[in-house]
């Protein structure tokens, strides 16, 4: 299965602001790693699991930085998974170079890690 399509529909819904469409890409119970969340929400160890738990995470993200966007700059794919790398555009932010990895079930992402460098 080519993954290239799943990760080109995540970025126009992410960079769209696409709650809902960002969401349906993945599955119910789908997992969510950042480092990000991490420092913003410590309790969660920088995990989410199930789609609310995305919902609350990027909701707030959109809504705190209405400037944010991902710059793609490579996408690897194998028949299970999607290796993403971009950058990170918030205005008045420094640029931050970001991979992620999404690992796909059924033409659905089940889970996905973001590694900052």
Known sequence: MDLHPIARRW???FNAHD???????????????????????PETRGWVQGKEA??????????????LRYEPTAL???????????????????DLRVGEVLEVQDGLITASRVYHG
């Open 76 to 94: 690897i794919a194998d028949g299970q998974a999607v290796f993403m790398e971009y950058i990170r555009h918030v205005e008045g932010e420094k």
């Open 19 to 41: 709650l809902e469409g960002l969401l349906d890409l993945y599955a119910e119970d789908a997992r969510h790693f950042s480092p990000k969340l991490q420092l913003r929400k």
């Open 11 to 13: 970025f126009r819904a």
């Open 54 to 67: 995305l919902r609350e995470w990027w909701r707030d993200a959109f809504q705190r930085l209405p400037s």
